[in-house]
């Protein structure tokens, strides 16, 4: 794997070269794990003519659950607990000879790009911007594999917790059962907190589970994702608890089912990210929820739970062929609760079967 980090960076060090720089600093958590392999928390990276660096405020080899980085960089393990990887990456561009150096000035405080200008003064700072992020937005196929295999987590998990019992178990709780599972086959850990919400509290994005208890006749909703190999997959269902639902609750649902549906058949390349969230927007407005809709209808994932595309109304940008994203749409209903269908796909060109679905658990309304 080690050339396929190389060439990532490869990639970075020609468009910093073409924009004027000769080297980048990057110090964003994704982007240096997307570029080097592995890095602790709080690492950069110095991309520069030679050999790259790896600065780590620890041993990136010493903690078994921090893969190695790849073997073609040279890793420095900074000294005392005071030391600043990116500071200590300017300082080593500078005595390299380089007049100019790329930053991401959005993942740097005012502080420490001061800080970087302090030890490097004749060092000519530029921002390097979401280079690396715009990098990252198309996977190869390895990284596809790891989100298939992360959705498939997700899946498992999820399905066992349905074939528990639910009735008088607390959010809580079905959310550490949750975790735990993901865990149990195979994840490192959750991709996000996991959400879980019953009766009023159903549907509503981003939900903490809290100690109500689970009743006959709730609506449950789950949001759900497993982290894999840094690569993290998402997703999201509701269901009625113990009995048949209600009309209202079959109403909400088939509109919000209906709504996702055309989101996700609206992923292709080539269309605009704005469009993909109108063509699922649309459907919840024409029932009366226009109001209710959250600001966006998904979001991409990868090394980031969320990070670019983002499908909104203002999106700039058209997707890409093998972009993975969610289409997660949700509608709540103030003291009743609602209902959120969220899926993790890859866009797909229609000669290859269109958009691939990697979450396949049923999104049929089922009475637990």
């Given amino acids: 794997m080690s050339e396929v980090y190389a060439a990532r960076r490869a990639r970075l060090r020609e468009r910093c070269h073409a924009a004027g720089s000769e080297a980048a600093l990057v110090s964003g958590n994704a982007n240096v794990r997307y570029l080097a392999g ?45 030391g600043d990887p990116a500071v200590a990456g300017a300082e080593r561009a500078a005595v390299a000879g380089a007049g100019s150096l790329a930053v991401e000035e959005h993942h740097l405080t005012v502080s420490r790009h001061r800080a970087l200008q302090s030890v490097a003064p004749r060092l000519r700072l530029t921002d390097l911007g979401p280079a690396v992020e ?44 949750l975790e735990r599972r993901l865990v149990d086959h195979g994840a490192t850990g959750p991709a996000f907190p996991t959400s879980v919400g019953t009766g009023p509290n159903s549907g509503l994005a981003g939900h903490l589970p809290s100690d109500r208890r689970v009743e006959e006749g709730d609506f449950l909703s789950v949001c759900v994702g497993a982290d894999y190999r840094g690569y993290r997959s998402e997703i999201g269902r509701t269901f009625v608890i113990g009995t048949s639902p209600a009309d209202w609750q079959i109403e909400l649902y088939d509109q919000v089912f209906a709504a996702q549906r055309a989101g996700r058949e609206a992923l292709a390349p080539g269309t605009p990210c704005r469009d993909v969230d109108r063509a699922a927007r649309v459907v919840l407005e024409a029932a009366g929820h226009g109001d209710r809709v959250g600001p966006r209808i998904g979001h991409g994932v990868g090394l980031e739970n969320d990070e670019d595309p983002r499908l909104t109304p203002s999106a700039m940008g058209k997707l890409d062929a093998c972009v993975p994203v969610t289409v997660d749409p949700g509608v709540h209903l103030p003291g009743r609760g609602g209902v959120r269908i969220d899926d993790t796909l890859v866009v797909r060109p229609e000669a290859d079967g269109g958009p691939e679905l990697l979450t396949i658990t049923t999104k049929e309304l089922l009475a637990l």
């Fill in 38 to 82: 592995a890095a602790p928390a709080g690492a950069a990276l110095l991309v520069c003519p030679g050999q790259d660096v790896l600065l780590c405020p620890g041993d990136p080899c010493g903690t078994p659950a921090v893969a190695r980085p790849a073997e073609d960089l040279r890793v420095v393990v900074l000294d005392g607990a005071d």
């Fill in 134 to 177: 715009q990098q990252r937005l198309v996977k190869d196929d390895e990284e596809i594999s790891s989100l298939r295999i992360a959705a498939e987590i997700a899946d498992q998990a999820l399905g066992e917790l349905l074939e528990s019992i639910l009735v008088g178990r607390t959010e809580r709780h079905l959310a550490l059962e």
